[in-house]
C-alpha cells in the first residue's frame, strides 16, 4: 500500500527523477536515508519502471509529431505478430496502443519531414498484408505535455 509520503514522492520524482536522497529529503521532510529507501522500495515493487531524460524533438530534427491510426484486415495471430514486430523495429514509432473502436492500433509517430511520414505509412506499414487501412493525424501543437500520472 501506498501512503501519502509515497504518493509525495512518486509526484516528485515524476518531476525530475535525478534528484539525489538529499534532495528528496528536503521535498518529504525525511531524512537522506529514509528517502533513499522508500525509492528503493518503489523502484523494487515495480511502481517505479524507470527513469527517462526528456528530450527535445524539434532539437533532434523532429519537426512532424503524427498519431497513425491503424485498422487490420485480419487479427489472424502470425499476421498481428508481423505487424507488431514491424513496429517495434521502426524508431519514428515512439509508442503505440491497442485500442477498442473503428482503429485496432494508435501510433505516436516522430518524423523529420511529411516526406519521411509519407514513406513510414506508405513503405512501412501499407505494405504489411494485414494491415486494411491507416489514418493519420498530424499534431499542430501539443497544449499540454506528457505529465506526471495522478497519484
Known amino acids: 500500500m501506498l501512503d501519502d509520503i509515497d504518493r ?3 509526484q516528485v520524482i515524476q ?3 535525478q534528484l539525489t536522497a538529499q534532495e528528496l529529503s528536503q521535498h518529504l521532510n525525511l531524512s537522506p536515508s529514509q528517502a533513499a529507501r522508500r525509492r528503493q522500495r518503489l523502484e523494487q515493487s515495480g511502481i517505479v519502471t524507470g527513469a527517462r531524460a526528456v528530450v527535445s524533438p524539434d532539437d533532434l530534427g523532429l519537426h512532424v509529431q503524427a498519431f497513425v491510426q491503424v485498422q487490420m ?3 489472424e495471430p502470425s499476421e498481428v505478430q508481423n505487424f ?4 517495434q523495429l521502426q524508431p519514428q514509432i515512439v509508442s503505440a496502443w491497442t ?15 511529411l516526406g519521411a511520414l ?17 489514418q493519420s493525424q498530424i499534431v499542430m501543437d501539443q497544449m499540454k505535455s506528457d505529465a506526471a500520472l495522478p497519484t
Open 118 to 134: 509519407h514513406r513510414l505509412i506508405h513503405e512501412v506499414l501499407l505494405p504489411i498484408p494485414a494491415v486494411a487501412r491507416v
Open 84 to 87: 507488431s514486430r514491424a513496429v
Open 15 to 17: 518531476a525530475n527523477a
Open 8 to 10: 509525495q514522492l512518486l
Open 73 to 75: 484486415a485480419t487479427h
Open 99 to 113: 485500442l477498442t473502436g473503428e482503429a485496432d492500433y494508435l501510433l505516436r509517430v516522430y518524423c523529420p519531414d
